[in-house]
């Protein structure tokens, strides 16, 4: 979501649609998210060196961050005890809990999970509608970083619409065995740590056309 790069398209890669990756849209509303949490979560700053002796909303806020940034589904289910609160929470129980500190809190991260589903479950005939009306749940939130995000949806909206479109997975993996993916800057993101990771793994390369096979050796599936 930068200009430039979309002027660079446009003059250089005139045939080309331009998409942008679903993973930077979710960081743009995560950070919104988190935004929210740090400013609750400072409310009960008490200034404490160690965050076990802060407040217990700060403690809480603080510890377990990832609930308001990470796919609920991927936190870990079962029943655990916090020594700081001496309760047992399980994860449901414990989310509900930091979400009834605060009522802004509470909408940011309804707001956040819309997105998160939005993202998930959205394909290419549906997404604008849902997508229009998850930016007026934004602008209808009186949350300044969320209208924020809205503005910015807004903007780049036919770019990131334009993520939905379902394209050849060359990339099949065990985890992903469809033949179609979303357009994403993933795989070659993906690519590009493996050369990353070569160049340091044989501490730099004098020869350009030396590393250049290596790396076509070790990314080439079919050897």
């Not at 005939?125 to 749940?137: P, Q, R, W």
């Amino acid at each position: 979501m930068w200009e430039t790069y979309l002027d660079i398209s446009k003059r250089y890669f005139k045939n080309a649609l331009v998409a942008i990756d679903s993973f930077h849209v979710m960081k743009l509303v995560n950070n919104a998210m988190d935004t929210i949490r740090k400013i609750v979560m400072q409310k009960y700053n008490n200034k404490a060196e160690d965050i076990f002796y802060n407040d217990p909303y700060y403690y809480l806020l603080k510890k377990y961050r990832h609930y308001f940034l990470k796919e609920f589904d991927d936190i870990t289910e079962g029943r655990f005890y916090n020594p700081k609160m001496k309760m047992y929470f399980t994860k449901h129980s414990l989310l509900q809990y930091m979400l009834d500190i605060d009522d802004t809190l509470k909408k940011a991260y309804y707001l956040t999970s819309k997105y998160r589903e939005f993202n998930k479950t959205a394909n290419i005939s549906n997404c604008k509608e849902e997508f229009e009306a998850i930016i007026d749940l934004f602008y209808d939130s009186n949350i300044k970083q969320f209208i924020d995000v809205a503005i910015t949806l807004e903007n780049w909206k036919e770019y990131i619409l334009n993520s939905f479109i379902l394209v050849e997975n060359t990339l099949v993996t065990s985890k992903n065995k469809s033949n179609k993916r979303r357009l994403s800057n993933g795989p070659i993101e993906g690519i590009n740590s493996i050369i990353e990771k070569i160049n340091l793994n044989g501490n730099g390369y004098t020869n350009f056309y030396r590393f250049r096979n290596r790396c076509i050796y070790v990314i080439n599936s079919d050897k």
